[in-house]
């Protein structure tokens, strides 16, 4: 197993202080929201509109592994995807280039 330099996020006040305060970009399967930080966390957020507890927590898996693939050429910082609906009939490297274009869209990549 790959261990990761991004710690996840479970305080509401810091979800609340990302969404207020950082770069934002919409691409076709996740809203994306950046914040530089010398802190690295990564979270992935699915609604219960994506589908039942099984389906969303496959999207999180998959875009925990896109971010993760990821994650050696991005800054630090406070990274967080919001899944839209239909990401998951989507496959895993369309996935994988949809975020890829969108972080160097919103600068994070070194």
């Not at 197993?1 to 202080?17: A, L, P, V």
């Amino acid at each position: 197993m790959k261990i990761s330099k991004f710690d996840s996020i479970s305080d509401s006040k810091e979800f609340k202080r990302v969404y207020q305060n950082a770069k934002k970009w919409h691409c076709d399967l996740a809203v994306v929201y950046f914040l530089e930080s010398d802190m690295s966390r990564f979270a992935a957020v699915v609604s219960k509109k994506i589908g039942k507890a099984v389906v969303r927590n496959r999207v999180k898996r998959v875009f925990r592994a896109a971010f993760f693939a990821l994650s050696n050429e991005l800054k630090s910082g406070i990274y967080i995807f919001i899944a839209k609906s239909g990401a998951d009939e989507v496959p895993f490297d369309k996935i994988c280039k949809n975020f890829r274009w969108a972080l160097k869209r919103m600068d994070s990549i070194r």
